[in-house]
């Protein structure tokens, strides 16, 4: 079990921008997921993702590690941002936009 918190704090640290989905960005496995996915997209960057259906341990831990207990999560420069609605609502209102430009801005510099 700790290497799994390990594991899960390697990806978030080492990825300015982490999406832990179900499925993948070409085929989300559940509708979260895929409004997550079109919502990042839309903005224009590259990001990571963990398919948490083929990683049972991360599906299972990372709920307890950020204190959130639903997939999709989205996690930018190490921290949580949320999960499917908070990441539509900012989507919106170009809140996501500016977060995920000022995410790969500051890792080029």
Do not use: H
Request: aromatic share 8%; with cysteine.
């Amino acid at each position: 079990m700790s290497n799994t918190i390990e594991t899960i704090k390697e990806q978030i640290s080492s990825n300015d921008i982490l999406l832990y989905m179900k499925g993948n960005p070409r085929a989300p496995q559940c509708g979260f997921s895929s409004q997550a996915v079109q919502a990042l997209m839309a903005c224009g960057e590259r990001f990571a993702f963990v398919n948490i259906l083929e990683n049972p341990d991360i599906r299972a831990e990372l709920p307890k590690y950020a204190n959130w207990p639903t997939f999709p999560q989205l996690w930018v420069k190490g921290e949580l941002v949320g999960g499917c609605d908070i990441i539509v609502e900012m989507a919106g209102n170009g809140e996501l936009q500016a977060l995920i430009k000022e995410a790969v801005g500051s890792s080029e510099e």
